[in-house]
């Protein structure tokens, strides 16, 4: 018997969080991608309202990072009055990185890094009451990835993609180098053990699922 997939666009800032919710949405199952909306993160962010009105006509898929800014929930309010019920909006603390990490034993194999030089998850407040797991950095964790982390792993191979060149914010071959595991290796059971934000975004796209059925 054939089951009617539901039709979502996927909108992110770059083409690693796009793959990241391709895959949490495949995690889920039963979801078809009618486009992947191109966009920066700074054009995602003042064309929050457009995602929001796109959503009525099939859901909106959104994945931002919370960068910065100390609380997810004040950051969505700050982008977005109004929110569709279809527009599934997510913010991944502090960056969706974070979450790659998340998956402490998967990331460390498929990256040849000791476990025991992987981050580790800690209780944090987001402004509500009750603290939440998130994975623990003193700096933003895609800094963390391309200028410490790695440099630990036994792959001179992996050293060189993602190692950024001078003035450079990312590896010459990021992309290259971390999709495969997005892709094929990132457990996301193992993840959102570590990353609230994560378990989140995979309740509102279950909750979609159920009420789109």
């Known amino acids: 018997m054939k089951i009617n997939k539901i039709e979502v666009y996927v909108v992110g800032e770059d083409d690693v969080t796009k793959a990241i919710i391709k895959r949490i949405l495949n995690y889920s199952n039963n979801f078809e991608v009618i486009s992947e909306i191109p966009a920066r993160g700074g054009q995602v962010k003042s064309q929050i309202e457009q995602y929001n009105k796109l959503s009525e006509t099939s859901p909106v898929i959104l ?79 895609s800094w963390f990835l391309t200028h410490e982390l790695i440099k630990k792993s036994k792959s001179s191979e992996f050293i060189q993609q993602l190692t950024p060149k001078p003035n450079a914010a990312k590896g010459p071959e990021y992309n290259i180098c971390i999709l495969p595991f997005i892709e094929n290796k990132w457990n996301i059971d193992n993840a959102k053990q570590n990353s609230d934000s994560l378990g989140r975004m995979i309740t509102r796209i279950n909750n979609l699922l159920t009420r789109k059925k």
Do not use: H
């Not at 569709?84 to 790659?100: G, R």
């Not at 000791?114 to 603290?131: F, I």
């Open 63 to 141: 994945l931002i990072d919370l960068d910065n800014n100390d609380c997810a929930p004040q950051l969505l309010q700050q982008l977005i009055s109004a929110k569709n019920d279809d527009f599934i909006f997510n913010i991944a603390v502090d960056e969706t990185e974070a979450w790659l990490m998340a998956d402490r034993e998967g990331f460390a194999e498929y990256f040849k890094i000791k476990l025991e030089d992987m981050p580790v998850a800690c209780q944090t407040k987001q402004g509500g009451r009750k603290p939440l797991i998130e994975m623990n950095f003193s700096v933003k964790s």
